[in-house]
């Protein structure tokens, strides 16, 4: 989608598949609707079919105009709307310009958006409804043999009437280049996350990271079977064994700033199909599991968005990724194996082979160099249990660290629980014959895991991020779509660019 930034004309001298105008409550009362379209919305006042509540989407069709055919109608509420509406109002948006079959939509953006003082930045307000847009205009791909001829949304414009200044038209479209980053980002892991296990297996996941390293000249690295062996990675090595598709361990490195220092380790979950093993699930739902790599997408996607936005900060990207199947040579429960670390770790439950594999890969980001670390991990159904669809659960051995990116999930609107974590839950890891076990029970069941993935991390400041419950949902609710939604790859980068202390190197623009 590309979307382009302009001012200074009137949205109705203006060229499009459809134009939307975003309204207030008070607008719809009669108060300053755009003039040049206060005939045609004006007739609406009174019948109660729109109203301009937050998040209302009304379709007008408009008469005698053929190059403008249609109105999107946007209701804001009754105040200015802040980040969080904003993006979801443009999600709407893109889903009736779908509704619509258009390809190229204009959006008014109202004069005062950014204006009045406790309204939102342009920086702000750019990147939220430039990520609502692109949020609201996912698809996911098909296989059936009839292909639609409309093809989506290509061609967005945004347009303020008010002729903008130089300076404050910047930030509009650092906003929507940050936006638009983050959106596309998301939008990257959720399409890969949808993949089915077939289309997609630990190596072909190795592939997308690489095509994705290689666009932005990124060092990356892949470990086969034999190197996963070679290296002492057993975690990873037991957990792949019963495939036919062998694990890998994917690397990738963004290096912002001249030393290769204060780097943070994303490391995510890339089990490209979990029947359980040894230990199988049962049948219903089983085919969810297609996104039980959605935390290896995450952090991918992350990589993306770095790429495009440059920013000064140091990022090695870890993704542990194995088929968990049941096979005559599978892992089975009661092995003891030995991870990179060196701790032996008891299997009771091949269906917790999330953590055996991140374990592994938590001692590899610090190889690398990593000084604080976050694991992303569609890992439990307790969390799910717990928090249901709505939010990521967190486990961590740094408040301070947490408190950082609960800021920044604030920032993105991705909803994160944390957990308490009592020392009795850690005591739950502790294995009879090995120096940790791999499943404690039904009790607890989110921490624990998390904790077991703490271990390795070794007093690193270390967040886990559950997304079981997020990261594969079974209806469109706000930005996200049914199916695969991308979760956390906006809270990752609002905390990883706020590390960047300028923000105007954001743009990328000081790397070209
Ligand atoms: N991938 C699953 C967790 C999961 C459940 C993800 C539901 C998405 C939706 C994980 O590998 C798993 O099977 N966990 C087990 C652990 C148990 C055996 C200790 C679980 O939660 O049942
Ligand atoms: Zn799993
Ligand atoms: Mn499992």
Redesign the pocket.
């Known amino acids: 989608m590309n979307i382009e930034w302009s001012s200074g004309v009137r949205s109705s001298t203006l060229k499009g598949d459809a134009l939307c105008l975003i309204i207030s409550e008070p607008q719809v009362l009669g108060e300053g609707l755009p003039a040049e379209w206060i005939e045609q919305v004006g007739l609406l006042s009174g019948t109660g079919l729109f109203n301009g509540k937050s998040g209302q989407i009304y379709l007008l069709p408009v008469s005698g105009q053929p190059e403008l055919p249609v109105l999107i109608l946007a209701g804001s509420g009754n105040g200015t709307p802040d980040a969080h509406e904003l993006r979801q109002l443009m999600a709407q948006v893109a889903r009736a310009a779908f509704r619509l079959k258009a390809s190229s939509l204009i959006i008014r953006i109202p004069d005062e958006l950014n204006l009045s003082p406790e309204a939102l930045s342009a920086v702000t307000a750019g990147q939220a409804i430039a990520e609502g847009l692109v949020l609201g205009a996912y698809r996911r791909k098909h296989y059936k043999l009839e292909q639609p001829a409309y093809t989506g949304l290509n061609a967005v414009s945004l347009h303020m009437e008010r002729k903008t200044e130089a300076l404050e038209e910047e930030f509009w479209k650092q906003g929507v280049k940050r936006g638009q980053a983050f959106g596309e980002a998301t939008n990257l892991a959720r399409d890969l996350t949808n993949l089915p296990g077939n289309l997609l297996t630990p190596s072909e996941l190795a592939s997308a990271a690489i095509s994705v390293a290689e666009r932005y000249g990124f060092p990356a690295e892949v470990l086969d079977e034999r190197e996963i062996e070679l290296k002492g990675m057993g975690g990873l090595l037991a957990v792949g064994k019963g495939s036919v598709h062998p694990p890998r361990m994917i690397a990738i490195r963004y290096q912002g700033t001249n030393q290769w220092e204060n780097v943070v380790g994303i490391v995510g979950k890339g ?1 490209t199909f ?1 029947t ?1 093993g040894i ?1 199988l ?1 049962r049948a219903p739902g089983m085919e ?2 297609i ?2 790599m959605g935390g290896a997408a995450a952090v991918l996607g992350v990589m993306e968005a770095l790429g495009r936005l440059r920013p000064r900060i140091n990022v090695v990207m870890l993704i542990p990724s194995a088929e968990n199947m049941p096979a005559a040579n599978a892992f089975k429960p009661g092995d003891i194996i030995t991870s990179l670390s060196g701790r032996t770790i008891e299997v009771l ?1 091949t ?4 953590r055996v594999i991140l374990g592994d890969a938590v001692t590899y980001a610090r190889e690398w160099g990593a000084e604080r670390i976050i694991d992303v991990a ?5 969390v ?1 249990s717990i928090l249901g669809d709505i939010a990521t659960g967190a486990v961590t051995n740094s408040e301070v660290f947490l408190a950082e990116l609960l800021e920044a999930s604030r920032l993105s609107g991705e909803s994160i629980w944390t957990l308490p974590v009592y020392p009795e839950f850690r005591e739950m890891l502790k294995s009879e014959v090995a120096d940790i076990r791999n ?1 404690a029970g039904r009790y607890g ?1 989110a921490t624990t ?1 998390g904790l077991f993935i703490g271990e390795f991390a070794e007093g690193l400041p270390w967040i886990h991020l559950d997304i ?1 419950g997020t990261a594969f949902v079974s209806k469109e609710r706000g930005v996200n779509p049914r199916g695969a939604t991308g979760v956390m790859v906006r809270t990752l980068l609002e905390y990883l660019l706020h590390l960047d202390t300028d923000p105007g190197n954001h743009s990328g623009s000081t790397s070209a």
């Open positions: 089990i979990d359980g230990s699930k969810d599991m996104s039980d439950n269906d917790a082979e999330g569609t890992l439990t159904g307790a799910v499943a069941g895991a079981a």
